[in-house]
């Protein structure tokens, strides 16, 4: 039931693109995407509630591909802020309404 | 807006006892709140889902005798562990959902216990 994330870890220099996908054997009613800092609680960054949808958060967007039951998360032009682990959550479809299950995450490092 | 808090933010504790941790909403109702538990450098891995008036469904594995919860109300939230151990350790982490955010969770800052 938990999705599968890729890549682990990444590392970044300020600047520069990242690409973070998340993959699941299930049906998609939804994806999450969130961000932790070391210590702290996951903030929300968008959900996606239909195939093909796109989102956009400043210079943080994702898009949902319903069919292929994945979801990518896109971070241009990083900034030291962007540092931290994000984490896809998706809601099956038929599920339980709300029941979320998280990937194991990616690191993400921005240097200066 | 969609703010939750949890308290307290740190608890030590002696093996044995029992810990009990808040969550609340602050500006809004939440139908559904949700408990999970981190390990470090780990995902958050649900325990339990609770309505308010309504008893928590657990997830597999998790002990409804140990991690008590309790929904008084649409913004009140509680979770209890009974009689920690150092194994119980952990970042334990409250989100709330409502009906108008399409399901989306927003997380309080967390809980980090340490049982000696």
């Known amino acids: 039931q938990q999705p599968v994330q890729s890549p682990q870890a990444v590392i970044l220099r300020e600047g520069e693109d990242a690409v973070i996908n998340c993959s699941s054997s299930k049906a998609l009613y939804s994806v999450h995407w969130y961000r932790q800092k070391h210590g702290e609680a996951p903030v929300f960054l968008m959900i996606l509630l239909k195939g093909g949808e796109q989102k956009g958060h400043e210079k943080i967007s994702a898009s949902f591909n319903e069919k292929k039951q994945q979801s990518s998360l896109y971070l241009t032009a990083s900034q030291l802020s962007y540092s931290g682990t994000y984490f896809c959550?998706?809601?099956?479809?038929?599920?339980?309404?709300?029941?979320?299950?998280f990937g194991r995450g990616t690191q993400l490092t921005v240097w200066p | 807006g969609a703010v939750v808090s949890q308290h307290p933010s740190r608890v030590i504790c002696k093996s044995g006892t029992s810990v009990k941790i808040e969550c609340r909403s602050l500006d809004f109702q939440a139908t559904t709140m949700f408990w999970y538990r981190q390990f470090p450098k780990q995902s958050l891995m649900l325990m339990a889902t609770s309505n308010e008036g309504s008893k928590a469904t657990y997830e597999q594995g998790v002990e409804k005798d140990k991690f008590l919860i309790n929904h008084a109300s649409l913004t009140l939230s509680t979770l209890t562990v009974t009689s920690a151990h150092p194994e119980d350790s952990s970042f334990y982490i409250c989100?709330?959902?409502?009906?108008?955010?399409?399901?989306?969770?927003?997380f309080g800052p967390g809980t980090r216990l340490l049982v000696l």
């Open positions: 989100s709330a959902s409502f009906w108008t955010a399409g399901e989306t969770q927003y």
């Open positions: 959550g998706t809601v099956n479809r038929g599920s339980t309404l709300g029941r979320l299950y």
